[in-house]
């Protein structure tokens, strides 16, 4: 195998299953969102209480969709700061940023288990990023450059307690194993759990059948 070829292999491992085939597919079309996704992502960053000037991190960002709610609620004088292990993924969403113009906007491709930051943040976004929300590992490494009043919300699948989501479960499971990486925590019934332990008390709401949560921190900004 040529270098190149190498690359690109390894590349592709840094990318979820799920997205391989998906990244090519819409690399063309950098603003490209799934039109359910945007309420969700419009209520997970509502729940941030960002403020003009704040400083976020979008941890696993992927192609960067929740970047227009993040750039407008922080506006020009805040910073936005995407990361993404998947350079692939990380491709993308430096294409969104460029297409849109956003010069408070930086992807950063890394590891969010020891991505190095620059600075405080007052905010984190986890955004269907279980290897980020359920690792005590990224957490631990991402913690350090949250501020103390820092607003977290994460939004992610989840197994069921309800009739019919619960008599899915273990298709549900199959599939996320399947589309996520080897590595990726499996789905359990509180995946918010690792992130409460780290991070204090949560707010947790259940959607669709209960199969997805959201979580955010009940303390507000000071
Ligand atoms: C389901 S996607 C969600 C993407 C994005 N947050 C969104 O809402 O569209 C999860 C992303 O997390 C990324 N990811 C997985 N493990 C990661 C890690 N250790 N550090 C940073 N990003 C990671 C994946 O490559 C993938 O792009």
């Not at 359910?36 to 209480?49: I, Y």
């Not at 950063?108 to 690792?135: C, H, M, N, R, W």
């Amino acid at each position: 195998m040529n270098s190149r070829k190498a690359s690109a292999a390894a590349d592709r491992e840094l990318t979820p299953p799920y997205a391989r085939y998906l990244v090519p597919l819409i690399r063309p079309f950098p603003n490209f969102d799934l039109f359910f996704v945007k309420s969700l992502r419009q209520r997970a960053v509502r729940r941030l209480q960002l403020h003009p000037g704040d400083r976020v991190i979008d941890a696993g960002c992927g192609p960067g969709g929740s970047f227009p709610f993040l750039v407008d609620a922080v506006t020009q004088s805040g910073v936005v700061v995407g990361v993404e292990i998947s350079p692939d993924m990380g491709l993308t969403a430096k294409k969104r940023v460029e297409k849109n113009g956003w010069t408070n906007v930086e992807v950063i491709v890394g590891d969010a288990k020891k991505v190095e930051l620059q600075g405080t943040f007052d905010a984190l976004l986890l955004l269907g990023a279980p290897d980020v929300y359920a690792s005590p590992a990224a957490l631990a490494n991402l913690a350090p450059y949250l501020k103390r009043d820092a607003r977290i919300v994460a939004f992610g699948a989840k197994l069921s307690h309800r009739g019919l989501g619960k008599a899915f479960n273990s298709i549900f499971r199959l599939l996320f194993s399947k589309a996520t990486f080897s590595s990726t925590p499996q789905l359990d019934y509180e995946p918010w759990k690792t992130l409460e332990s780290c991070v204090g008390a949560l707010a947790v709401e259940e959607l669709f059948f209960g199969w997805m949560f959201m979580a955010w921190s009940l303390r507000t900004r000071e």
